[in-house]
């Protein structure tokens, strides 16, 4: 920290900061002649222009959670399903989220893993991966979960699909839901 005494011919220091002739310290009053409150800030607080009290304060910055753009949850499914979960409308990240479970089981079933399918941002490929892997359907409320990021181009979809689905039961055949989540992050 720079202490010193400035000359007494700059002195009364006036605006946006503030001192008196002979002082070592110079009190910030303003920032672009908005006032800055004299309170003082606690651990990890910021300093955020608040429009209300039309001055700047300490705050505790509020983080910026992932926005879910979209969602969709189909039940009763009893074959391989497929749609689209989002049309982007900017580029960027999105992150996917799965689940998929077993409200049916059948004796030997199989719950379908889930594929996601994008256009990448850097090189315009459509792109495609499995989000969960299939799994022996034989339980009531076995579930597979995963989540992956993509990175998109504006204006185009992210599409899913189950694949894998069996079920070779006379008594009945699997049944699952599917759950899915698309946040821009």
Not at 49 to 60: G, N
Not at 81 to 90: H, K, M, V, W
Not at 111 to 140: C, F, H, K, M, Q
Request: hydrophobic residues 45%; aromatic residues 10%.
């Amino acid at each position: 920290m720079n202490r010193q005494t400035y000359p007494a011919a700059l002195f009364p220091l006036r605006g946006d900061v503030s001192a008196e002739a002979g002082q070592v310290l110079v009190t910030v009053k303003g920032l672009q002649t908005i006032p800055v409150l004299a309170t003082l800030p606690i651990d990890q607080q910021v300093l955020t222009y608040v429009a209300a009290d039309a001055a700047w304060e300490p705050a505790t910055p509020v983080l910026a959670l992932p926005r879910v753009v979209a969602a969709i949850d189909d039940t009763g499914l009893h074959v391989n399903a497929s749609g689209t979960l989002f049309t982007t409308l900017i580029a960027g990240q999105y992150r996917i989220g799965s689940y998929i479970v077993v409200t049916n089981p059948s004796f030997y079933g199989v719950l379908p893993n889930v594929v996601i399918g994008w256009t990448d941002l850097d090189t315009g490929v459509v792109e495609s991966n499995y989000i969960t892997d299939y799994i022996a359907g034989t339980t009531l409320g076995l579930y597979v979960s995963g989540e992956m990021r993509v990175s998109c181009q504006a204006a185009t979809a992210i599409t899913w699909a189950t694949t894998g689905y069996g079920s070779y039961n006379q008594y009945g055949d699997l049944i699952y839901a599917i759950h899915l989540t698309c946040e821009l992050v």
